[in-house]
C-alpha cells in the first residue's frame, strides 16, 4: 500500500510542478518530477530539521517544493 501512496503522491506533486512553472509533461513525466522531487524535498526537510510527522498531507507537501525546485533547475540548466 506504501508503494501505491507514493507513486500517487508523486504524481500530484509532479503535476503541481508542471503547473506552478508553466511546463509540459504527460504521465511518466509527472511521475519522474514528483518522485526526484519527494526525493529532493526529503532532504531538504532532514537538513532544515524540520519536524514533519510523515502524514499523506505532511508527504505531499514536501514533494510539491522539491519537484517545484527540480524542475525549476532542471529548466534553468538544460535551456
Known sequence: ???IITIIIGLIAGAV???VLNSRGGFLGSLVVGLVGALIGGELASILDLNVTGGVLDRLIIAVIGAILF????KKVFK
Open 1 to 3: 500500500m506504501g508503494l
Open 17 to 19: 510542478a508542471h503547473r
Open 71 to 74: 524542475l525549476f533547475v532542471w
